[in-house]
């Protein structure tokens, strides 16, 4: 899909129709490298790890700020051009910080709310200085429900529910393009060429595939009239190409992950184990969810990656990398 939605931007930007798909087949060959890797390194060895990994990322959430390092593209400063590589801390912080919350969640024996609320609004906040709204959503939602899976008092939850809901309304508030987005989703017809371009266009995708789609390669919308057409708005080309059967049967697969992943952190003993692997599954749950829930209007656009399906080497090879530690974990569970 990768090629297919990207076939115009690729002659447009490179005057190679295949440019994205050889980067993508890169990255998806260096991913499966890593998740065969990870998939044999016993999990324990990330929770002695998950400091030094979460201080590092910290660092490279950082560096990205800095003017001159970090790569500035749609308004936003998220890439770190290493040569061979275009990295994106944004996605390693999801990982990372996953890892370390499992570890410290783990030998914890009560929750204590402050820390976790103070980790949380350090990434939180150096995310939102790129800025990276889908990413920030993301790490909240998984961290406050690794928080609740641990055992935290629903007094907590109460608590940090409207601290969240008052952030995210200031958030909107305070930046005229989010309250722009906001307010156009809520009236699309109010700026069909503006704000509320880009979900017309998703939806014109989605609504011309009908039940069984155009075919493959047959979408119209990838020749630039739906924006970010192999990243975020993907799933709109495989609707417009596949048709609702396709995108049901992709829907279906994601499920299928998702409760292999809850069935294997309801059997491992180990509390970092268990708390990894539901880290890792809601993960991957709330990524999907969110770019799909965008994709069909349900929410507004936060410009999230389909996992494993959307262009982008950082995001897939973290995600490999995810799964593999996941499948090693699959090894330990109860018989």
């Given at each position: ?14 005057g190679?129709?295949?440019?994205y798909?050889?980067e ?9 490298i ?29 560096i ?20 061979f ?24 024996k009560?929750q ?19 800025p ?5 959503m ?24 409207p ?8 958030l ?29 266009q ?17 979408s ?6 739906l ?40 059997r ?8 990894l692997?539901?880290?890792?599954t ?31 080497g ?8 995810a799964?593999g ?11």
């Open positions: 899909m990768v090629y297919n939605s990207s076939v115009a931007m690729a002659i447009r930007d490179f190679n129709q295949y440019y798909l050889q993508q087949t890169k990255w998806l060959i260096l991913g499966l890593i998740f065969i890797l990870f998939s044999f390194i016993d999990f324990r060895v990330w929770k002695k790890l998950a400091f030094p990994i979460m201080l590092g990322t910290i660092v490279l959430l950082c990205v700020l800095i003017p001159g390092i970090g790569i500035k593209a749609l308004g936003a400063k998220r890439w770190i051009n290493l040569g590589f275009v990295l994106q801390p944004a996605e390693f912080a999801k990982l990372s910080l996953i890892m370390y919350l499992s570890a410290w969640l783990a030998g914890a009560k204590k709310l402050f820390s976790f609320l103070l980790l949380l609004c350090l990434f939180i906040g150096l995310i939102m200085l790129e990276d709204l889908g990413t920030t993301i790490i909240t939602l998984t961290s406050l429900a690794m928080f609740f899976y641990s055992g935290a008092a629903i007094q907590q939850f109460l608590f940090i529910l601290l969240f809901g008052i952030g995210a309304t200031l909107a508030v305070f930046s005229p393009y989010r309250l722009k987005r906001l307010l156009t989703f809520f009236n699309p017809e109010s700026d069909p060429l503006g704000a509320s371009y880009h979900i017309r998703a939806i014109i995708a989605l609504g011309s595939g009908g039940l069984f789609g155009l075919g493959l390669g047959q119209r919308q990838k020749y630039e009239y924006p970010e057409a192999n990243t975020d708005s993907i799933f709109a080309i495989i609707g417009e190409e596949l048709g609702f059967l396709g995108c049901v049967i992709l829907i279906l697969v994601y499920l299928f992950i998702l409760w292999r992943g809850f069935r294997i952190a309801r491992v003993e180990d509390p970092f184990g268990r708390n692997a539901l880290g890792i809601t993960w991957i749950g709330i990524q999907m969810l969110i770019n799909i829930s965008a994709m069909v209007a349900l929410i507004p656009l936060t410009g999230v990656p389909l996992p494993f399906v959307s262009y982008g950082s995001s897939l090879i973290i995600m490999f990398a799964c530690i996941l499948i090693n974990i699959s090894r330990f569970v109860r018989k």
